[in-house]
């Protein structure tokens, strides 16, 4: 089965990782048809294993070879679709829209942490199906009170976000 492998927080605050060295440590793993979508850690590929395991054995690896505390997230070609195509927002130039993928219910806390915050003008969130989506106008991602609420310890182990075109581009490499 194909899968994509969400990284948290790679290319971030001091977190830097060549998508190659990432690829091979897959790719070592036993990971076939191995490949990555833009440099944030979003890494395609393929195996016969269960998820469960995927996730056990790749976060292992990848925290081995990189020397930090490796969080990923894994959802097939069909959970990606569902993903970008039950999107509740509509694109706008001056807007980001964002979909997170993480543990089960995270979406439940997400959605309590945006609703105990204070808002932007268009600043929206919605949960469909299992996936949190958040709507913010461009350049207030990481000053709103939600896009601050996201950077928690205590949410570091159970969620990552995209902007949802880079569920669009991973779409199309599938």
């Not at 830097?16 to 890494?43: H, P, Q, T, Y």
């Not at 070879?65 to 993903?83: G, N, V």
């Not at 990481?142 to 990552?160: E, H, I, R, Y």
Request: with cysteine; proline share 1%; hydrophobic share 40%.
């Amino acid at each position: 089965m194909k899968y994509c492998a969400f990284l948290r927080r790679v290319n971030v605050n001091g977190t830097s990782m060549k998508m190659a060295e990432v690829c091979k440590v897959f790719a070592d793993s036993g990971m076939r048809e191995v490949s990555s979508v833009l440099a944030s850690g979003n890494i395609l590929f393929s195996s016969d294993k269960k998820v469960s395991e995927l996730k056990t054995v790749l976060e292992k690896e990848m925290s081995d070879h990189f020397s930090y505390d490796t969080f990923l997230f894994l959802k097939s070609e069909k959970e990606i679709a569902a993903i970008f195509e039950n999107c509740p927002f509509v694109k706008a130039e001056e807007l980001h829209i964002y979909a997170f993928v993480g543990t089960e219910s995270v979406e439940n806390t997400l959605l309590e942490e945006f609703n105990h915050s204070e808002k932007s003008e268009n600043e929206k969130a919605e949960i469909v199906s299992t996936t949190f989506y958040w709507q913010v106008p461009k350049g207030n991602t990481l000053d709103s009170t939600f896009g601050k609420v996201l950077g928690k310890k205590t949410l570091k182990a159970q969620m990552t976000s995209r902007n949802i075109n880079t569920f669009e581009k991973i779409l199309k490499k599938f």
